[in-house]
């Protein structure tokens, strides 16, 4: 099993960034990509950003077209973190941020196969 945990969401202004990170432990070494997915009251669970790695070496990122150009992710995979930079934050990103993990090669954005989950963080950007 492993467990994420995820970490710094709060209340910004529209144009500020914010840095989540999501720490994970347990069974680490079983994953094989992991993912940022986004949901706002009343929506669906939408992907916002993946990333792919092979051994030591990120392999790929992925960004959904809403956020290309504001938002980067990044791994540390030697102390089994992720991150997810947030720049030029608009309303519409308010939601509950959540960290995913998957064990085998997939679509970055099918949220079916990540097999596990943080408990989310919430990101809320005031106009």
């Known amino acids: 099993q492993v467990l994420l945990v995820e970490s710094g969401g709060g209340l910004v202004q529209a144009g500020d960034s914010l840095r989540l990170s999501c720490t994970a432990s347990g069974r680490t070494s079983s994953m094989y990509a992991m993912a940022w997915f986004r949901q706002a009251p009343g929506k669906e669970r939408e992907p916002v950003a993946g990333?792919?790695?092979?051994?030591?070496?990120?392999?790929?990122?992925y960004y959904a077209d809403s956020v290309k150009g504001r938002f980067t992710i990044s791994r540390d995979i030697a102390n089994n973190t992720m991150s997810l930079q947030m720049n030029s934050l608009q309303p519409g990103d308010t939601a509950v941020y959540y960290c995913?993990?998957?064990?085998?090669?997939?679509?970055?954005?099918?949220?079916?196969?990540?097999?596990?989950w943080g408990q989310g963080t919430q990101v809320t950007v005031s106009s």
């Open positions: 990333i792919r790695w092979i051994r030591w070496s990120i392999g790929s990122e």
């Open positions: 995913a993990g998957r064990t085998s090669a997939a679509l970055w954005e099918d949220r079916t196969r990540y097999s596990y």
